[in-house]
């Protein structure tokens, strides 16, 4: 197939330093439009990145000859609309997490995506780990047993406080929710291999002071009657992530090794030695779009899908309380 054609939502930040270069690095892909929320930035960042489409109106960008793909990156409040615009356009959609504020808006988005027979998908690009996809078919398959319990942590102290979007929770959902802990919420549930049934949080800003969570806390309860835990903080140092599964016959304890991060695996079953392994950095990033286009050519994929999305956001929503 030819090469897929991507449009990028997004001029600043994770848009500018990591998603455009992403596609442009990945073999049969390519960024050539960018939709910026202004007629300067999106000129900057053709510049930047030798785009000969620059777009401040979200029409125009959608009338990119050739565009096939888009990836948003955009506040949350407004995934919905752009998504559901490039959906009907014919755009196959990557939507950055979290996918949107609330559960109307994720549903909206999925039934846009049915209608059109297009691809919708969520950015958890932790996904796309090899290690991690071993953990998760392992779990599946029953080898470390019946599952008990899974928690994932991340700290990191932020050198900044948020941007003006992040910092106003009707437009970003959530700080340290909606930044970090939207991932390792996906991430636990992923490796449960099990449908959510309650869940509720603790949120505070105790580090920074401000309007909105640097510090959130959330335990699970799924189907199969495993419980998950996972803490997320932007005020805090903690050391490395971790991610811990503890199934009746073993477990697995990663430390690293998330977002795109080099770490440590240990791996114990019920009467034998752990075993121990050092995990290289993954570019998550350069994969996802790689499993995006095959899924676009309508191959497997083991990307967050936009109904994992919507589970995020049930889950997220539960624990912030609105």
């Excluded at 580090?207 to 699970?220: E, T």
């Excluded at 495993?226 to 503890?246: K, W």
Aim: hydrophobic residues 45%; charged residues 15%.
């Amino acid at each position: 197939m030819a090469t897929l054609k991507w449009g990028i939502i997004g001029a600043s930040g994770w848009a500018d330093h990591t998603f455009g270069p992403a596609i442009s690095r990945t073999p049969g892909h390519a960024l050539v439009a960018v939709l910026s929320s202004t007629a300067q930035g999106a000129a900057d960042y053709a510049e930047r990145h030798a785009l000969n489409g620059a777009y401040h109106a979200l029409p125009a960008f959608l009338d990119h000859p050739g565009l096939d793909a888009v990836w948003i990156a955009s506040p949350p409040d407004i995934h919905r609309a752009q998504a559901i615009a490039a959906l009907r356009a014919g755009k196959h959609v990557l939507c950055e997490k979290p996918m949107a504020i609330n559960t109307s808006d994720c549903a909206a988005m999925l039934k846009a995506a049915t209608q059109a027979k297009r691809q919708l998908m969520v950015g958890f690009n932790n996904r796309t780990n090899p290690t991690l996809q071993k953990l998760a078919k392992a779990v599946a398959a029953g080898k470390f047993g019946d599952i008990l319990e899974a928690r994932a942590q991340m700290y990191a102290a932020y050198a900044t406080p948020p941007t003006s979007w992040r910092a106003d929770k009707r437009r970003s959902g959530g700080w340290a929710l909606g930044d970090i802990g939207t991932h390792l919420l996906d991430l636990v549930g992923w490796i449960m291999n099990s449908p959510p049934r309650a869940a509720q949080g603790h949120l505070t800003s105790r580090c920074w002071q401000l309007a909105i969570d640097d510090h959130a806390q959330v335990q699970i309860l799924y189907q199969n009657g495993a419980v998950g835990s996972v803490t997320a903080c932007t005020g805090a140092q903690g050391g490395p992530s971790r991610l811990e599964f503890f199934g009746s016959r073993g477990y697995f304890r990663l430390e690293g090794g998330l977002f795109a991060k080099p770490g440590t695996l240990e791996i114990a079953f019920t009467g034998k030695a752990p075993t121990h392994e050092t995990l290289d950095a993954f570019d998550t990033y350069t994969a996802q779009i790689s499993q995006f286009g095959a899924a676009v050519r309508g191959k497997p994929t083991l990307l967050a899908s936009g109904a994992d999305g919507a589970t995020n956001i049930k889950l997220v929503s539960a624990a912030r309380g609105w």
